[in-house]
């Protein structure tokens, strides 16, 4: 066996010499994980309230979407949409049943299911004026963030990701959020779209308001524009609803998700509601390893446990008293801790200043997090969190705050 220290340095220098420079990682190296816990190379053990970014729903390696996972690999991996298969059917059946009656669409990760949602406010926009390149503009909202590709580049108005990269896809212009006569004020006839997370994840954890997407709805509807939904990372149960928008009451017209539907396989995909379902046809847009039979088994495996463990309920009766113990560090550190915002796992706790001496001293006390944009420390635990990991979270980052003062 390779010494530990010797593989660590190992790792280290391999990055240095060979990874693209393109993020700031934490100095760790994982190798293990098992529910809410991962085990560096040195053998110690964390709380994992990253969770890969909203990704690992099930926590790490959940026996049900491990032998599922295992017993595809040994089936069929990929055929390709050139082929029917039976899993990617079904899950397009189950994702309809959450979201309602329309069509899915499979890619590879969220970046790309919002590609296509901007798609389709084109193809819904040459639709709406008869002729292309005449109504194309989507109304998005400051702080947004949509992935790094162009158009979800184009659609994220930070500095610090659009910068080096103009021009970029034209066509965005950005509201603010929560303020509905902001984006009422840029609708003309040119306008397309609206396209919104419904939880900003990126920016801060930062919620739509019910009210406030109810207002959307109706200007989408006076106005003939689509509501596109951004659920890649609030979406899938992580509210304690399947979809975060379910709390307002609303139905948009088109959901992108990601991140945890495939509980850390990747797989990304789209719904469109059926008014607008035809606007893609055979030919106008398509992907070669969308949906997979391999990744649709690990998305069957991630709902059949949320459904089958009554996960969301779970979230919804377990986050009330851990927000409560979050929000007690509000009244506790009034210097450090400014406020706590989100719904269910998805959790931001503001602070004063760079969160990130915070992140390092959570992170050798055994807990890990990430943090958003403006001073927010982020709490994603799995769904299948307990009672008891929650409170140690608090626990954590109560010592944290008491010795950093
Ligand atoms: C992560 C994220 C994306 C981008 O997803 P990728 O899988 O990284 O391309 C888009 N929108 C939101 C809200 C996200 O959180």
């Given at each position: 066996m390779i010494p530990p220290a010797i593989a660590r340095t190992n790792?280290?220098?391999?990055?240095d010499a060979h990874v693209m420079k393109n993020y700031a990682r934490a100095p760790l190296?994982?190798?293990?994980?098992?529910?809410?816990?991962?085990?560096?190379?040195?053998?110690?053990?964390?709380?994992?309230?990253?969770?890969?970014?909203?990704?690992?729903?099930?926590?790490?390696?959940?026996?049900?979407?491990?032998?599922?996972v295992q017993r595809q690999a040994a089936q069929l991996v990929h055929v390709s949409n050139l082929f029917r298969h039976p899993l990617q059917a079904d899950l397009a059946r189950r994702l309809v049943g959450y979201a309602g009656p329309?069509?899915?669409?499979?890619?590879?990760?969220?970046?790309?299911?919002?590609?296509?949602?901007?798609?389709?406010?084109?193809?819904?926009?040459?639709?709406?004026?008869?002729?292309?390149?005449?109504?194309?503009?989507i109304?998005?909202?400051?702080?947004?963030?949509?992935?790094?590709?162009?158009?979800?580049?184009?659609?994220?108005?930070?500095?610090?990701?659009?910068?080096?990269?103009?021009?970029?896809?034209?066509?965005?212009?950005?509201?603010?959020?929560?303020?509905?006569?902001?984006?009422?004020?840029?609708?003309?006839?040119?306008?397309?779209?609206?396209?919104v997370e419904t939880i900003q994840g990126e920016g801060g954890i930062n919620p739509c308001q019910p009210e406030f997407l109810s207002g959307l709805r109706r200007l989408c509807d006076q106005h003939n524009l689509l509501l596109l939904l951004d659920e890649v990372q609030c979406g899938i149960g992580r509210t304690g609803r399947f979809f975060s928008y379910e709390h307002a009451g609303i139905t948009p017209d088109a959901i992108g998700m990601a991140k945890g539907l495939g509980g850390g396989f990747p797989i990304g995909a789209v719904w469109v509601g059926a008014r607008f379902a035809e606007l893609f046809h055979p030919g106008n847009h398509g992907t070669t390893f969308?949906?997979?039979?391999?990744?649709?088994?690990?998305?069957?495996?991630?709902?059949?446990?949320?459904?089958?463990?009554?996960?969301?309920?779970?979230?919804?009766?377990?986050?009330?008293?851990w927000h409560e113990s979050l929000r007690q560090l509000v009244v506790d550190f009034p210097r450090?801790?400014?406020?706590?915002?989100?719904?269910?796992?998805?959790?931001?706790?503001?602070?004063?200043?760079?969160?990130?001496?915070?992140?390092?001293?959570?992170?050798s006390r055994g807990l890990l997090a990430p943090s958003a944009g403006g001073n927010v420390v982020r709490l994603l635990p799995p769904l299948t969190a307990t009672a008891e990991e929650l409170a140690k979270s608090v626990e954590i980052f109560r010592a944290v705050l008491a010795t950093s003062g």
């Open positions: 790792t280290a220098d391999l990055y190296t994982l190798v293990r994980g098992q529910g809410a816990q991962v085990w560096d190379d040195a053998g110690q053990v964390y709380l994992d309230f990253t969770s890969g970014i909203a990704v690992s729903a099930l926590g790490h390696c959940h026996p049900h979407w491990v032998a599922a329309g069509r899915v669409f499979f890619c590879n990760s969220g970046a790309e299911a919002n590609e296509a949602l901007i798609k389709l406010a084109r193809l819904h926009g040459m639709e709406k004026s008869g002729e292309e390149g005449k109504c194309y503009k109304i998005c909202a400051q702080n947004a963030f949509h992935g790094r590709t162009f158009g979800g580049m184009s659609a994220t108005p930070q500095e610090k990701i659009q910068k080096g990269f103009r021009p970029l896809v034209a066509g965005f212009v950005f509201g603010e959020l929560n303020n509905l006569d902001s984006f009422a004020a840029l609708i003309d006839d040119t306008t397309a779209a609206i396209f969308g949906g997979t039979p391999l990744a649709c088994a690990a998305a069957h495996a991630v709902l059949d446990v949320l459904e089958q463990e009554k996960i969301m309920e779970q979230v919804r009766a377990q986050s009330a008293p450090q801790v400014l406020a706590v915002r989100g719904q269910g796992y998805l959790v931001g706790v503001q602070v004063a200043g760079d969160p990130a001496p915070l992140l390092a001293a959570m992170r």
